[in-house]
């Protein structure tokens, strides 16, 4: 596939495996799903970023685009979120929210620190697929991402 | 002159006083001779001395000092050798030395008494009227319904009025000479040193004092002093006038107490209303989570083994399916309504017919290929929360799309009427299948539904909202209905302010 060139790197940011798999279907649906990172906390989403503990040894770069989920372990989003837009290396990462919240304050605090786009997961498995397509062919084919980032 | 009893006759005229002078003297000249005549020397002095006296008594020291010339005059003429001139000889030096020096004594007392009497009488005149005007006073301070008392400088009452004793419950007689703090059994806000010096520095002091009444009952009064001081300036009494406040402090703890527990409650409320956000937080997240992964899995499932299932089993499926939508819709229509009553209302003047026509094109598209006549009446402008009252219209409107639906002909009309004056009145009426007036209670609460969700989808939570945006408005709503004629929706608001609107 043509597209499969400059397919960009996707970092997701997920801790529930139901969600991560049902997105990875969704991704795959649209063979968007051979450059996803899996981080299943903020902790591990960092340490990704900063090539530390279980990734020291993952190739460099940064992704795309960051798939944040929210309600996390450890590190919650929000505070991913805000180490990323405050990292002069990192700040340029484009970081899509996507979480089950529609809660006003959570959007609001992520758009606060810089969110890229910020995503509500529908109920509805088509409308999810749809959303993820969108976003993954947006983000990781159609956008062009900042200097520094994996592309194949 | 109603004083003439105590004032010493004394003549009025100038004429009658020196007349007296003459005439006394005139008539002991006689009464001398014929005591002279009859052996009885001698005599004529004190007769003198008698009319000098007179004289001064009734007519004054003028009278009597000329009383007592002629008298001496008379004596030498008449009495002293030789008789019938006016030479006096060294024998007589005595009498006429008696003479006039008893006259000049007289005379003199006379004077002095004549004052003493008058600055009496002026006292006295003074002292009068001051009783007067003090007794005008006192019936005065009797009069009004403060309490009043007045207590000398060792706190001993003085003078007590009738509002004292109808709030104390002690006649003048019982409380006059009595301790008043020990009477009143006195309750000071600060040590009573301290209330002393400070009255004593400015003449004045106000507080709140406890007193306890004859029947023993407790009174709280609101307490105003004021120092009188005499001449020198040396305090002499205190004046004390005091308001019965025992209702209004009464009523003041109960207000404070009814306002700690109107505290303790909202601090209460706000807690509650925290966990109430937490909880539909963790509602709006953790909810959505495994419905949708139902979803996802059963449509996946669907999709992968939809070859090999037989109807039943996909009608099963679709079931699944439908049944996650519907909660899923259940959820986000309950997580709106609870944050139309979190949310802050941000009031703005907009125009309700512009509002009206963005809500119509909105639910129009659920309305595609149906046959509606709408029919638009003029709107006011209204002051209120845009986007809530944009609900509140979408909510109505597509009530009254899916409840024609069944209509060849459906028509809805929006409009608005005037209301009572203060308030405005907007209604969304419809020709569907309407609704029993019997139930019309449970239009509005929260999962109620009247009809069956087969024929009418829906979470029943429409129109609960539709309730609660417009009392966040202190507006109400209602409903008319008859079964299949239809059903009116109305709801109102106050007018906005200094806004005139004809329909």
């Given at each position: 596939?043509?597209?499969?060139?400059?397919?960009?790197?996707?970092?997701?940011?997920?801790d529930d495996p139901k969600d991560v798999e049902l997105t990875l279907t969704a991704l795959e649906e649209y063979n968007l799903a051979n450059e996803v990172i899996v981080a299943c906390d903020g902790e591990e989403a960092l340490e990704y970023l900063y090539s530390r503990g279980k990734f020291k040894t993952r190739s460099s770069?940064?992704?795309?685009?960051?798939?944040?989920?929210?309600?996390?372990?450890?590190?919650?989003?929000?505070?991913?979120?805000?180490?990323?837009?405050?990292?002069?290396?990192?700040?340029?990462?484009?970081?899509?929210?996507?979480?089950?919240?529609?809660?006003?304050?959570?959007?609001?605090?992520?758009?606060?620190?810089?969110?890229?786009?910020?995503?509500?997961?529908?109920?509805?498995?088509?409308?999810?697929?749809?959303?993820?397509?969108?976003?993954?062919?947006?983000?990781?084919?159609?956008?062009?991402?900042?200097?520094?980032?994996?592309?194949? | 002159m109603a004083r003439s009893k105590l004032q010493l006759r004394i003549a009025e005229s100038p004429v009658q006083r020196y007349g007296l002078a003459v005439a006394s003297v005139t008539i002991a000249i006689p009464i001398g001779l014929f005591l002279e005549y009859h052996e009885f020397h001698r005599g004529s002095i004190p007769l003198f001395l008698f009319a000098v006296a007179l004289s001064a008594w009734y007519g004054g020291a003028g009278p009597a000092m000329l009383a007592t010339v002629l008298s001496t005059l008379s004596?030498?003429?008449?009495?002293?050798?030789?008789?019938?001139?006016?030479?006096?000889?060294?024998?007589?030096?005595?009498?006429?030395?008696?003479?006039?020096?008893?006259?000049?004594?007289?005379?003199?007392?006379?004077?002095?008494?004549?004052?003493?009497?008058?600055?009496?009488?002026?006292?006295?005149?003074?002292?009068?009227?001051?009783?007067?005007?003090?007794?005008?006073?006192?019936?005065?301070?009797?009069?009004?319904?403060?309490?009043?008392?007045v207590r000398d400088m060792s706190d001993s009452i003085r003078y007590w009025n009738r509002g004292a004793e109808e709030l104390y419950g002690w006649t003048p007689e019982q409380a006059i000479g009595k301790s008043s703090h020990e009477l009143l059994r006195t309750v000071f806000p600060s040590p009573l040193d301290d209330i002393q010096t400070e009255f004593l520095r400015t003449g004045r002091w106000e507080g709140e004092l406890t007193h306890m009444k004859a029947d023993g009952t407790e009174v709280v009064v609101s307490s105003r002093w004021s120092?009188?001081?005499?001449?020198?300036?040396?305090?002499?009494?205190?004046?004390?006038?005091?308001?019965?406040?025992?209702?209004?402090?009464?009523?003041?703890?109960?207000?404070?107490?009814?306002?700690?527990?109107?505290?303790?409650?909202?601090?209460?409320?706000?807690?509650?209303?925290?966990?109430?956000?937490?909880?539909?937080?963790?509602?709006?997240?953790?909810?959505?989570?495994?419905?949708?992964?139902?979803?996802?899995?059963?449509?996946?499932?669907?999709?992968?083994?939809?070859?090999?299932?037989?109807?039943?089993?996909?009608?099963?499926?679709?079931?699944?399916?439908?049944?996650?939508?519907?909660?899923?819709?259940?959820?986000?229509?309950?997580?709106?309504?609870?944050?139309?009553?979190?949310?802050?209302?941000?009031?703005?003047?907009?125009?309700?017919?512009?509002?009206?026509?963005?809500?119509?094109?909105?639910?129009?598209?659920?309305?595609?290929?149906?046959?509606?006549?709408?029919?638009?009446?003029a709107l006011p402008d209204f002051y209120g929360d845009r986007s809530m009252l944009r609900l509140v219209l979408v909510n109505l409107i597509s009530n009254a799309i899916k409840f024609t639906r069944t209509r060849t002909q459906t028509e809805i009309e929006i409009g608005c009427a005037d209301g009572n004056g203060a308030d405005l009145v907007v209604f969304v009426r419809d020709n569907g299948v309407g609704f029993d007036m019997k139930y019309v209670n449970k239009l509005f609460g929260v999962f109620q539904r009247l009809h069956d969700s087969s024929a009418f989808e829906g979470t029943g939570i429409g129109l609960a909202t539709v309730q609660r945006i417009?009392?966040?408005?202190?507006?109400?709503?209602?409903?008319?209905?008859?079964i299949d004629c239809g059903a009116t929706f109305y709801f109102s608001a106050p007018k906005p302010r200094g806004h005139v609107w004809k329909p």
């Open positions: 596939m043509e597209t499969m060139n400059k397919l960009g790197r996707i970092l997701l940011v997920e770069g940064n992704p795309s685009v960051m798939l944040l989920d929210l309600k996390l372990p450890k590190v919650d989003g929000l505070e991913v979120l805000k180490r990323i837009k405050s990292e002069e290396k990192l700040r340029m990462i484009p970081v899509v929210v996507l979480t089950s919240s529609k809660e006003e304050k959570d959007m609001v605090a992520s758009y606060r620190l810089g969110v890229n786009a910020y995503v509500v997961k529908p109920v509805d498995f088509h409308e999810f697929v749809n959303a993820i397509k969108e976003l993954g062919i947006f983000w990781a084919v159609i956008n062009e991402p900042p200097p520094g980032s994996v592309r194949k | 004596f030498d003429y008449y009495f002293a050798p030789p008789v019938h001139t006016l030479n006096f000889t060294l024998a007589d030096v005595p009498a006429f030395f008696f003479l006039l020096t008893f006259g000049a004594l007289i005379t003199g007392f006379s004077a002095v008494r004549r004052r003493v009497e008058a600055e009496l009488l002026q006292a006295r005149d003074r002292l009068e009227i001051e009783v007067a005007e003090r007794t005008q006073q006192a019936s005065l301070l009797n009069l009004t319904h403060d309490t009043i008392f120092l009188r001081r005499d001449e020198q300036e040396q305090p002499i009494a205190i004046l004390e006038t005091n308001n019965d406040i025992t209702v209004r402090k009464r009523r003041e703890q109960e207000i404070q107490s009814l306002n700690q527990e109107l505290a303790k409650r909202s601090m209460e409320l706000e807690a509650i209303n925290k966990e109430l956000e937490a909880f539909a937080y963790s509602v709006s997240h953790d909810l959505r989570a495994p419905l949708r992964h139902m979803a996802g899995y059963t449509e996946l499932l669907q999709k992968k083994a939809s070859s090999d299932l037989d109807e039943k089993s996909k009608h099963y499926l679709l079931m699944m399916l439908d049944s996650a939508k519907r909660m899923g819709n259940l959820i986000d229509d309950l997580l709106a309504f609870s944050r139309i009553g979190r949310a802050e209302t941000q009031k703005t003047l907009f125009s309700l017919s512009q509002l009206v026509r963005e809500a119509v094109t909105e639910v129009r598209q659920d309305a595609e290929g149906r046959n509606i006549a709408w029919k638009i009446g417009i009392h966040r408005h202190e507006g109400k709503v209602w409903a008319e209905g008859v």
